[in-house]
T-cell receptor, first 111, second 113 residues
């Protein structure tokens, strides 16, 4: 069965710290891996990584796909309290239109 | 513009009521999704519409009835719900399917009394 595993499941840091969120995946016929940020409401799309786009960056956030290790990391540098959220990793299930989500990682950034 | 809109924002309904949730996108996306999300859990897929046809029903009880009137609109009709159906209902869309990024709407917070 396809699965996506995130670690750690929660993290508390101070403003200015750098954090690394991990996501490992086991999916048949890998197509893409997605990162989302969820605050109080809906998940907000961050990045999509594919075989032809293994590294993405936007401001203080960056993400890398390691196809050999079947994993991805999401880096946040110079964290701010506004980065406090649940970060979700997901990948399309093999042969399906369904996204398989990890359990999510709760990040708390304290001032 | 990557906006998916949903109405209403909040809904309280009794177990005998009939109500509908509405979702709209004007990005030309051809795949639309309904998810249910319980507290501290990731979104759980309910239905997928691809090119206005229902392509996935994740064994959802018949008291939830999806409808896709056109490529921009997605409805979820609710009837005889149970208290355990209380959750955040999220709509999402993607350009052509799950290989592409999905954009989520703000959700409808549903409470069944």
């Amino acid at each position: 069965e396809d699965k996506v595993v995130q670690s750690p499941l929660s993290l508390v840091v101070h403003e200015g710290d750098t954090v690394t969120l991990n996501c490992s995946y086991e999916v048949t016929n890998f197509r893409s891996l997605l990162w989302y940020k969820q605050e109080k409401k809906a998940p907000t799309f961050l990045f999509m990584l594919t075989s032809s786009g293994i590294e993405k960056k936007s401001g203080r956030l960056s993400s890398i796909l390691d196809k050999k290790e079947l994993s991805s990391i999401l880096n946040i540098t110079a964290t701010q309290t506004g980065d406090s959220a649940i970060y979700l990793c997901a990948a399309p299930q093999g042969g399906s239109e369904k996204l398989v989500f990890g359990k999510g990682m709760k990040l708390t950034v304290n001032p | 513009d990557t906006e998916v809109t949903q109405t209403p924002k909040h809904l309280v309904m009794g177990m005998t009521n009939k109500k509908s949730l509405k979702c709209e996108q004007h990005m030309g996306h051809r795949a639309m999704y309904w998810y249910k999300q319980k507290a501290k859990k990731p979104p759980e897929l309910m239905f997928v519409y691809s090119y206005e046809k229902l392509s996935i029903n994740e064994s959802v009880p018949s008291r939830f009835s999806p409808e896709c009137p056109n490529s921009s609109l997605l409805n979820l009709h609710l009837h005889a719900l149970q208290p355990e159906d209380s959750a955040l209902y999220l709509c999402a869309s993607s350009p052509r399917g799950v290989t592409y990024e999905q954009y989520f709407g703000p959700g409808t917070r549903l409470t069944v009394t």
